[in-house]
């Protein structure tokens, strides 16, 4: 007597996943970064995008007197500034989106397609700014540091002394220092090698390296050539004579500081364009407000052999 076969038939889960709804991000793109230096300079409103920075002349001419004589013994003097002070213009850095409208239309769920490309497209221009505050050949501060403020590595590696070297030049109220994440991970090495590993800080919910109490804050837009770059320290505001952004306040189509974004209209082939803008600058108010170390050599992370792997 034959027995009976049972065939066990189920669904498959390639089967079954042409039932289901995959969960879908919004497009993830790598270049996108904090842009600390953004976030932690002060920004100023300029009217009409001038900016015009005023300087005492010749301080040495401020004659002060303290003694207990005959008041008709003072000295008598004023404060004379520049004649010609420098004016500082917002530049701007633009994109085109152009999508099609067919695009927007019909494939718009769950993520609207023109505010995802509108919002990676304003994330490469902020992108961009951050650069351009560094490099711009107007206004960038490493365009506009005097060399007074600029000294060099005593040994490559950035060191210690190489920070307090900078902190004697940027001593009045420094807000913080700013390097490529490879050169704080070099100076971490060095100062963890010298037995006084630095101290971290908790700023806006993210841990930061500190040195003297003064943040290491972090940017990908100090370049790195031939294996060396820069460290910087800023003094910042406008209350302090230090460095501040400016920009636009106002503007038609605003989507942030200095930031616009205008629709441009629909051509006869149905695509629709918007245009997006920000307008900034920076300034260096005294010359003192910033300071460079140059020449620092980042290394490379095997090269690196603490006592503990030997």
């Known amino acids: 007597m034959a027995e009976n076969q049972h065939a066990h038939i189920a669904l498959s889960d390639v089967a079954a996943r042409q039932l289901a709804n995959a969960t879908k991000t919004v497009p993830q793109m790598v270049s996108i970064t904090p842009r600390w230096l953004v976030h932690l300079l002060p920004w100023v409103g300029v009217e009409a995008g001038i900016y015009r920075l005023n300087k005492v002349k010749d301080e040495s001419r401020v004659l002060t007197a303290c003694s207990q004589l005959d008041e008709r013994e003072l000295p008598e003097t004023f404060v004379d500034y520049e004649e010609n002070p420098r004016e500082y213009f917002l530049s701007s850095v633009t994109t085109v989106v152009d999508i099609h409208t067919r695009v927007s ?15 990676l497209a304003i994330e490469t221009i902020k992108e961009r700014q951050e650069s351009e505050l560094l490099y711009n050949q107007d206004y960038g501060m490493l365009n506009n540091v005097v060399p007074e403020q600029r000294i060099q590595t005593l040994t490559g590696a950035p060191t210690p002394d190489d920070l ?18 490879k050169a704080i991970a070099a100076f971490g090495r060095e100062a963890t090698r010298r037995g006084v590993p630095p101290p971290t800080v908790t700023l806006f919910g993210t841990p930061f390296l500190t040195w003297r109490g003064i943040p290491l804050i972090p940017t990908n837009k100090l370049k790195i050539v031939d294996g060396k770059t820069q460290i910087l320290l800023l003094r910042t505001g406008e209350s302090r004579q230090g460095v501040v952004g400016l ?8 989507q942030g500081l200095g930031l616009a974004v205008k629709f ?19 300034v260096i108010l005294t010359d003192d407000a910033i300071g460079v170390l140059d020449n620092v050599e980042v290394g490379k992370y095997h090269d690196y052999k603490p006592e503990y792997r030997k």
Request: aromatic residues 12%; hydrophobic residues 40%.
């Open 164 to 181: 307090d070297e900078l902190i004697s030049i940027v001593w009045k109220e420094p807000a913080f220092f700013l390097a490529h994440p």
């Open 264 to 282: 441009m209209g629909i051509d006869r082939k149905a695509i629709a364009s918007y245009l997006i803008s920000l307008y900034c600058s920076l």
């Open 247 to 254: 920009y636009q306040p106002g503007i038609s189509g605003e």
């Open 105 to 119: 239309d019909l494939y718009s769920s769950p993520h609207d397609q023109i505010q995802q490309q509108l919002r």
